[in-house]
């Protein structure tokens, strides 16, 4: 049985290490960052083209099986999965790292949300680690962002005061500690991704007593079966025997 794992995480790397000897697998990126983190094995890169793209294509490919390892926050290409799947009656499963404990953070439901909290709490100095696609929300914005993404976002989508880092993770907790003190940030707005690489951050925030503006997850689509780790999906690819 072949089997598409949507990746693009480390957990789906996870995967397709621990698959990919004895499961015909291929793994699929969508192409945004230059030289990205390649999973072990046959990889296929960029949009299916919606979901009638996806469905022909896992037809022709003859996929007998979906593990949807995406970002928790790539909400268009989970849903896709979702109905592709669901139509064609092939068995899906979402693999979704646990969340973060919100804990104190002011939590949001979307960047526009996380925009009018950073407005309405008068924050001056923020720590704007919502990625590429999340500055647009602030553009507007009067506040001065240190924004840290890992690749540029469109100029237009930037607020007016800014600095701007491209990296990526892992981010270790003496670091995250120094930035925010070196750049007197008085707020941290994060999405809720969830797992290690990205955490320090809020271990260093809640050191440092700034407080966090984390945008929760999109709620996956109704009736999905979901795991939160890499075991229990290699688990249930196993089991389809
Ligand atoms: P998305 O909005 O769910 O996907 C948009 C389109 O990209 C999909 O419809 C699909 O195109 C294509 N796509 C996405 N993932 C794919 C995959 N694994 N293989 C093939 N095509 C794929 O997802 P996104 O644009 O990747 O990101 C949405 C949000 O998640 C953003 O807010 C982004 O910042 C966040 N994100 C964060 C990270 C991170 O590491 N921090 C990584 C990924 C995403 P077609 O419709 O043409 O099939």
């Known amino acids: 049985m072949r089997v598409l794992l949507l990746g693009g995480t480390a957990e789906g790397r996870a995967l397709a290490k621990a698959l990919h000897s004895r499961i015909d697998i291929v793994s699929s990126l969508a192409g945004r960052v230059p030289d990205p983190a390649l999973p072990v094995g046959p990889v296929r890169v960029g949009g299916f083209g919606g979901v ?142 969830g797992g290690q690489m990205t955490r320090a951050k809020l271990d260093a925030a809640a050191a440092l007593g700034i407080p966090v503006v984390m945008v929760a997850r999109p709620p996956l689509p109704a009736g999905v079966a979901a795991v939160g780790s890499v075991e229990q999906a290699a688990q249930w690819v196993t089991g389809l025997g």
């Open 52 to 193: 009638d793209g996806l469905r022909r294509w896992l037809l022709d490919e003859r996929i007998g099986a979906v593990i949807d390892a995406t970002h928790p926050f790539a909400a268009t290409m989970t849903a896709h999965a979702a109905q592709a799947c669901a139509e064609l009656q092939i068995p899906h499963l979402v693999l979704a790292r646990p969340a973060w404990d919100p804990g104190d953070a002011i939590v949001v439901e979307s960047d526009t949300k996380a925009a009018e909290a950073v407005a309405r709490h008068d924050f001056s100095r923020v720590f704007l680690t919502t990625g590429r696609s999340g500055t647009r929300a602030f553009a507007g914005s009067d506040s001065w962002f240190l924004i840290r993404a890992v690749t540029e976002p469109d100029p237009a989508a930037l607020p007016r005061r800014h600095q701007l880092v491209l990296s990526r993770g892992p981010y270790r907790y003496d670091g995250e500690l120094a930035l925010m003190r070196e750049h007197r940030i008085d707020a941290l707005v994060t999405k809720n991704s």
